[in-house]
């Protein structure tokens, strides 16, 4: 049981999650500081560049989280991609003048921080409790997100190598133009948390379409032209659906 008074709190979120309402609601109720969207004003002063210089790195992927998890972690190789320029500050640049804005901001407490890995930043003090928000899983949400996470060219979740990467279920038809959206679960087994919820279309570069392994052992090949009500269909074990296979 905790036994230490809390006065630093994380919010970490996904996409259309709430975190910095919810982190602005906080900080109204326990009349605590919040440092959210402030951040790219002060590493944009402490470079000595200009806002709008900064600004794309907070809301275009990787994200200025994405960058500072480079400072913590060792990435894998090709993982993010800039178009290069000269008047642009290297990502490192940006995400270590991040991670030393949050740093400072943390010498006078209490606090509360959203997002831009401060709930790694900070992992290792006993008074700071770390939030983390989900996101309900909707059309409308993954399209929005769509926007902005585009550079992960395809097929580089499923060489990530993780078994939900590996996954996809029959929400979209064969070779969908939508983009792939997984959701994130931020409690449970271990088991649960790497196997998200989402919709995954199945994919290949076979022309037209893709192969599916039958429950029976067959082999059959749909077209990307598939009836989506079928296609779900001939997903179920037992939904009682009626109709026929293409």
């Not at 133009?177 to 076979?206: E, K």
Request: hydrophobic share 40%; with cysteine; charged share 20%.
């Amino acid at each position: 049981m905790r036994t230490n008074s809390i006065s630093l709190i994380t919010v970490s979120r996904e996409f259309g999650a709430g975190g910095s309402d919810l982190a602005s609601e906080l900080g109204s109720r326990l009349k605590w500081p919040v440092l959210d969207h402030d951040i790219v004003h002060r590493v944009a002063e402490r470079l000595r560049l200009d806002d709008g210089t900064v600004e794309p790195f907070d809301e275009h992927p990787p994200s200025l989280l994405a960058r500072i998890a480079t400072v913590l972690i060792v990435p894998l190789p090709g993982m993010y991609s800039f178009p290069a320029a000269d008047d642009v500050p290297s990502h490192d640049a940006i995400a270590g003048a991040t991670r030393r804005v949050i740093e400072d901001a943390a010498k006078s407490l209490p606090l509360i921080v959203v997002g831009h890995g401060a709930q790694c930043i900070f992992e290792d003090w006993t008074d700071t409790l770390s939030v983390r928000l989900v996101a309900p899983l909707t059309d409308s949400l993954c399209a929005q997100a769509n926007q902005w996470n585009y550079t992960d060219p395809r097929g580089f979740a499923w060489v990530n190598g993780e078994f939900r990467c590996a996954l996809y279920n029959h929400y979209m038809t064969p070779n969908s133009a939508t983009f792939d959206c997984m959701g994130v679960l931020g409690s449970g087994d271990i088991q649960v948390r790497l196997a998200p919820y989402g919709w995954r279309a199945a994919r290949s570069n076979h022309p037209g379409g893709v192969n599916v392994a039958m429950a029976d052992g067959s082999g059959r090949f749909f077209g990307n032209e598939v009836d989506a009500t079928v296609w779900k269909m001939l997903s179920t074990i037992a939904g009682a659906e009626t109709g026929e296979s293409p």
